[in-house]
């Protein structure tokens, strides 16, 4: 379970992933070795899994979309996401309920690369239907 420390160290590593042991603790008002150790348990208990960078907006990828799969009948995604997983602009699969079976998130080059890609979804074995949604802006993104 979180505290109040462990959620304002959270916040201070999400606005910046570089910033200093000291400089997170002066935030979290705990002493560095207090800090560090808070971390590594956040880290072994898997609420930290991963420190990122997030790249400035000329090196974005220049086309972002999200592609709606449903599946054929008896597929699964454990049919078809071990072929997405070869397509490196896919980054990211997510399976949903409803009428859409698995969202798939890409980043690419241009318009091209997205029809490319998206004819390489279509023809994996077990999609019924793949329906492009190009992302025209991101007004909000927590980590």
Partial sequence: MLDDKDRILIGALRR???ESLVGLARSVGLSRSAT???MRRL???GI????TVELA??????VRAMIAVTFDPG???RHVVPHLSG?????ACHSLTGSIDLMVIVACESNASLDRIRDAISAVPGVATATTHVIL???LARG
């Fill in 16 to 18: 910046n992933a570089r």
């Fill in 87 to 91: 397509i490196p602009e896919v980054v």
């Fill in 48 to 51: 930290i899994k991963a420190y």
């Fill in 57 to 62: 907006s000329e090196q974005d990828p220049a």
């Fill in 137 to 139: 802006g991101t007004p």
């Fill in 75 to 77: 597929f699964r995604c």
């Fill in 43 to 45: 880290e072994r208990d």
């Fill in 36 to 38: 560090q150790e808070r």
